[in-house]
């Protein structure tokens, strides 16, 4: 059973390995195919001990096969421990000398003591006990070599990892033990000897487990850092192309009106139109890194004030002053929440529904709704604009989407919406048709301050 087991964890860090291309992977999954080589053929040893007598070419042989492959497996262990720590390869050459001096001093622990039928005792002890010492000292040392190196040493898999190693160790030492003592004229008993197998599959398990899960962690761990990195890229790239394309804006506003010919500014015109276009584009990435970055900030809000404030930022938008805003300040209408979210969300909402309003009808409107009860705040935005076909509705939310050819904005307005109704720890939801209107409905737990 034990082999079998360590055949799986081979196989499992092998598939790991192909999947991160870690090479400490490919040193883990080497070391416990030769444990279970060491086990297989352990196994198969006690199977002939009743057929061939010691000095047998075929005893011989499995065990020289089972103490290299138990003596390799601590190799590289130790190995692919070092690697994992250090976060680079160790040296080749380096590693194949030393697994050369391990087969060799299986070789000769297989071959000592082979003629004298009297020495079984001198037999079971460089075979069996130098090589637990062996083992027993190879998982000790990497068990504290762990501890020691403070700065690794977090996480569950590693703690996991170093008390198996720890607990396997001295569990190896007391074989070493068993065949020492008899030697030196001490009869020695372990009461629990009968459970020592059951132990050895328990610490098997448990250095594999540890093993994933430190893996997982040091996955986790990198790819928050490459998010950190890539917020970061995202929020300087954006913030310094935000000076030059200021600059460009100015120079074309003082061409147009220093140029006469019509055609002529018609072009200003749309130069002007697609560098506006790319200043928006370039705000709602940084909008979307200050959202990713910044921790929840809660202060008792008036929503009346914060919808004032929306409403004079975008009141001067093409089309805004044809626009009735249909809402019933009430004095009662106030909130813990994180205002800069809040104006983010409500900001991108209203904008989205001036921009893509219907100013043929009638009475064009945007209706806005606050009701908070429960400790719930839920806030609907309404208009009878253009409306959203229900085809796009579950992909409407998705970062640079675009409903239709025809839409002006940079396709990350409601992605940032999204991510900021995240961070509130709340959920927003759409209700719309194609020339009728839309409705989006925010529900939004109420933090305590």
Same mark, same amino acid.
């Given at each position: 059973?034990?082999?079998?087991?360590?055949?799986?964890?081979? @196989? =499992?860090?092998?598939?790991?390995?192909?999947?991160?291309?870690?090479?400490?992977?490919?040193?883990?999954?080497?070391?416990?195919?030769?444990?279970?080589?060491?086990?297989?053929?352990?196994? *198969?040893?006690?199977?002939?001990?009743?057929?061939?007598?010691?000095?047998?070419?075929?005893?011989?042989? =499995?065990?020289?096969?089972?103490?290299?492959?138990?003596?390799?497996?601590?190799?590289?262990?130790?190995?692919?421990?070092?690697?994992?720590?250090?976060?680079?390869?160790?040296?080749?050459?380096?590693?194949?000398?030393?697994?050369?001096?391990?087969?060799? +001093?299986?070789?000769?622990?297989?071959? =000592?003591?082979?003629?004298?039928?009297?020495? &079984?005792?001198?037999?079971?002890?460089?075979?069996?006990?130098?090589?637990?010492?062996?083992?027993?000292?190879? @998982?000790?040392?990497?068990?504290?070599?762990?501890?020691?190196?403070?700065?690794?040493?977090?996480?569950?898999?590693? !703690?996991?990892?170093?008390?198996?190693?720890?607990?396997?160790?001295?569990?190896?030492?007391?074989?070493?033990?068993?065949?020492?003592?008899?030697?030196?004229?001490?009869?020695?008993?372990?009461?629990?000897?009968?459970?020592?197998?059951?132990?050895?599959?328990?610490?098997?398990?448990?250095?594999?487990?540890?093993?994933?899960?430190?893996?997982?962690?040091?996955?986790?761990?990198?790819?928050?850092?490459?998010?950190?990195?890539?917020?970061?890229?995202?929020?300087?790239?954006?913030?310094?192309?935000?000076?030059?394309?200021?600059?460009?804006?100015?120079?074309?506003?003082?061409?147009?009106?220093? &140029?006469?010919?019509?055609?002529?500014?018609?072009?200003?015109?749309?130069?002007?139109?697609?560098?506006?276009? +790319?200043?928006?584009?370039?705000?709602?990435?940084?909008?979307?890194?200050?959202?990713? !970055?910044?921790?929840?900030?809660?202060?008792?809000?008036?929503?009346?004030?914060?919808?004032?404030?929306?409403?004079?930022?975008?009141?001067?938008? %093409?089309?805004?002053?044809?626009?009735?805003?249909?809402?019933?300040?009430?004095? %009662?209408?106030?909130?813990?929440?994180?205002?800069?979210?809040?104006?983010?969300?409500?900001?991108?909402?209203?904008?989205? &529904?001036? %921009?893509?309003?219907?100013? &043929? %009808?009638?009475?064009?409107?945007?209706?806005?709704? @606050?009701?908070?009860?429960?400790?719930?705040?839920?806030?609907?935005?309404?208009?009878?604009?253009?409306?959203?076909?229900?085809?796009?509705?579950?992909?409407?939310?998705?970062?640079?989407?675009?409903? *239709?050819?025809?839409?002006?904005?940079?396709?990350?307005?409601? @992605?940032?919406?999204?991510?900021?109704?995240?961070?509130?720890?709340?959920?927003?939801? +759409?209700? *719309?048709?194609?020339?009728?209107?839309?409705?989006?409905?925010?529900?939004?737990?109420?933090?305590?301050?």
């Amino acid at each position: 059973m034990q082999g079998v087991w360590c055949i799986i964890l081979a @196989f =499992l860090f092998l598939y790991t390995f192909n999947v991160y291309r870690k090479h400490y992977l490919k040193i883990w999954s080497l070391s416990w195919c030769a444990f279970a080589l060491y086990l297989l053929t352990a196994a *198969s040893i006690l199977q002939i001990m009743w057929i061939y007598p010691v000095d047998h070419p075929v005893w011989v042989s =499995l065990t020289i096969v089972s103490i290299s492959a138990s003596y390799i497996q601590t190799v590289l262990l130790f190995i692919g421990t070092w690697e994992l720590i250090n976060e680079r390869k160790f040296q080749k050459s380096r590693l194949f000398m030393i697994l050369l001096l391990a087969i060799a +001093l299986a070789t000769v622990s297989g071959i =000592l003591f082979l003629n004298d039928t009297s020495a &079984s005792d001198e037999r079971f002890f460089v075979r069996v006990s130098v090589r637990a010492l062996i083992t027993g000292a190879g @998982f000790l040392a990497t068990g504290i070599w762990i501890i020691i190196t403070t700065s690794t040493f977090k996480g569950l898999g590693k !703690k996991l990892l170093t008390v198996a190693f720890i607990v396997f160790g001295l569990e190896q030492i007391n074989y070493f033990i068993v065949g020492l003592l008899p030697l030196i004229g001490i009869e020695y008993k372990f009461p629990y000897v009968a459970h020592l197998g059951l132990l050895d599959f328990f610490l098997q398990a448990l250095i594999g487990m540890g093993m994933v899960i430190w893996l997982l962690e040091n996955e986790r761990r990198d790819l928050k850092k490459a998010n950190a990195e890539l917020d970061s890229f995202f929020y300087s790239t954006s913030h310094d192309l935000r000076s030059p394309i200021a600059s460009i804006l100015g120079l074309t506003y003082l061409a147009k009106h220093q &140029s006469k010919d019509q055609e002529t500014l018609e072009i200003f015109e749309r130069i002007e139109g697609r560098i506006q276009k +790319l200043d928006e584009v370039i705000n709602d990435i940084l909008n979307y890194s200050k959202n990713s !970055k910044r921790i929840l900030s809660v202060t008792k809000l008036d929503f009346n004030v914060l919808l004032d404030d929306v409403i004079g930022a975008v009141k001067f938008a %093409k089309g805004a002053s044809a626009i009735r805003l249909d809402y019933e300040p009430n004095e %009662k209408n106030l909130l813990n929440g994180d205002k800069d979210r809040l104006v983010t969300i409500l900001n991108n909402l209203i904008s989205n &529904s001036v %921009k893509y309003h219907d100013l &043929s %009808k009638a009475d064009p409107y945007i209706k806005v709704g @606050f009701h908070k009860s429960g400790g719930v705040v839920t806030i609907t935005i309404s208009d009878n604009g253009n409306g959203i076909d229900p085809k796009h509705h579950s992909k409407i939310f998705d970062m640079f989407y675009r409903a *239709s050819t025809d839409s002006q904005g940079s396709g990350l307005g409601l @992605f940032i919406v999204k991510e900021a109704v995240k961070k509130l720890n709340g959920t927003i939801s +759409l209700e *719309s048709s194609p020339g009728v209107g839309s409705t989006f409905k925010i529900v939004i737990p109420e933090p305590e301050l």
